[in-house]
């Protein structure tokens, strides 16, 4: 359905050149269906991110021969030109004056090419020199994640616009994170239970080509799909969203304005903790893959049963979010949570290093890993949606020191951040697979005790202290439930006072 557009001309500029919408005051309650749509569009992404962490170093390494660090290394080369691209996405998403608002004009154009450019990334040419591939998956990654981003960005930036109340955010984020990650499990499900599937040519399932290949076909279409309900799904609420007011400048002036509003120092904190977290999450499920498969010794059938708890996990993760946002507010609850999924996490490594856990093959092996890795990805996926939650308080804060709605640009960085996740972790697990000269085109069960064990004791320090440097700045957030509800009466009481014939302001100040 076409919206109402809205006349600049009835449009009143509050203190900050932002124009409200002049229906904000009768903006209905935002319904369930909505947040549930809204949500949805995260599949794309959650698709994405997962098969970006999970297999594309292996694709690219075991399948199509490219090495460990190479791969890496282009993930990391294009992650740098992604800290320019997505500020930029999200600064002009701020500024955007449409009829279809400021969001959904980059959400709808976004769709179709981030479905082909992804299938593209899953079909790469099997006779090219390792030199022309390597230019090949640069390439393709680069295109891909700024597609995503030209929808992620915007998408995200709504959940601060569709409600300023404390914990409502934090509801609409539950629903954004749980089809994330639900998005991107249940496809890597399905690639490993139906698509990487042995055959007579590849005895392993994880190294057949033909199933990567058949994987991004479903993948890519999956992805377009979400991205086009979602954005139909919230365009009935373009009419109660922010419009950009007449801002005057160019380029020097926008670079002006990024500035002041990247040195907030609430979104500092969460910007660095962000790009922490993600870097240890990165390693920890690209790596997550040669762990299953290697280390303990799964095979496809087990590895989706594993994908099943992740699925559990996200699900009890959003569930559990929003409760723990009303009953003792984000970061406390943020900080818990993220040191209990480090302790689950870690002992099945430490009791196995230990010799203190069921060998691989034992009847137990499974379903205790199973328990224990739901249990923490339960509390990391309800300590991401309350960080996340955390940003868009950040929205209000700024605009008081700025005088600008900045939610784009503040998601961008984050998006940034969870980019981090596939870039720096690539780079980084690349990098510490060629350190304990991991072999290439690996067979399960034949790499050496050694080496896995190198593996598992240069992993687990580097994401346990990056984690731990996490939870040490979300420490220092500094936007409490009080602190928030601050922010907006005195956003309120200025915009009162700017809505006043101009007699009657100055009559206020004196």
Known sequence: MRPKKVSNMN????????????????????????????????????IKDNGFNVLLLLYYNQVMGLSARLVGTIAMVALLLDAFIDPIIGHISDRWRSAWGRRHPFMYVAAVPAGLTYL???NAPSNW????????????????????????IPSSAL??????????????????????????????????????RPDSDHPVGQLNPDGYANYGVVASVIMCVAILVSAAGTQRQIPWLQQPGHRAGGIVAALREMAGSF??????????????????AGIQITLSTYF????????????????????????????????????????????????????????????????????????????????????????????????????????????????????GLFFSANTFAQKCVSGVGLFT?????????????????????????????????IQAALYLLSIGLIAAFPITRAAHEANLA???SRRSVAARPASQQSSHRN
């Not at 205790?368 to 339960?378: A, C, D, F, H, Y």
């Not at 080496?451 to 687990?460: N, P, Q």
Request: with cysteine.
């Open 159 to 196: 959940a601060a616009e569709l409600s300023n109340d404390y914990d409502i955010r934090t509801g609409l984020l539950s629903y954004r994170t749980f089809f994330a990650w639900f998005g991107g499990v249940s496809m890597a499900f399905v690639a490993f239970i139906v698509f990487l």
């Open 429 to 461: 697990s690349g990098m510490i697979l060629t350190l304990v000269h991991f072999p290439e085109e690996a067979v399960p069960g034949q790499v050496s005790e050694e080496v896995l064990r190198d593996l598992a004791l240069t992993a687990l320090p």
């Open 263 to 280: 040195s907030n120092r609430a979104f500092l904190v969460l910007l660095a903790a962000g790009v922490c977290s993600a870097m240890a």
């Open 120 to 122: 593209l990334l899953w």
């Open 490 to 492: 005195r956003l309120a």
């Open 292 to 407: 299953n498969t290697y280390f303990w010794g799964f095979n496809s059938d087990q590895l989706s049963v594993l994908m099943l708890g992740v699925l559990v996990a996200s699900a009890l993760g959003a569930v559990a979010a929003p409760r723990l946002s009303r009953r003792f507010g984000k970061k406390r609850s943020a900080i818990a949570l993220w040191l209990l999924s480090i302790v689950f996490y870690y002992c099945p490594f430490v009791l196995r290093l230990s010799d203190c856990f069921p060998a691989n093959g034992s009847p137990l092996l499974l379903p205790v890993l199973l328990v224990t890795i739901t249990i923490s990805l339960t509390l990391i996926v309800s300590s991401s949606i309350l960080t996340a939650s955390m940003l868009a308080d950040v929205s209000e804060e700024s605009e008081l020191s700025t005088g600008r709605r900045s939610e």
């Open 129 to 152: 020199s390792h030199a022309a591939l390597a230019i090949y998956l640069l390439v393709t990654i680069i295109v891909v994640r700024s597609f995503l981003a030209l929808y992620e």
């Open 11 to 46: 449009l009143r500029a509050n203190f900050d050149g932002t124009a409200p919408s002049p229906m904000v005051a009768n903006r209905p309650p935002i319904s369930p269906v909505t947040r549930l749509l809204y949500g949805v569009g995260s599949l794309a992404f959650g």
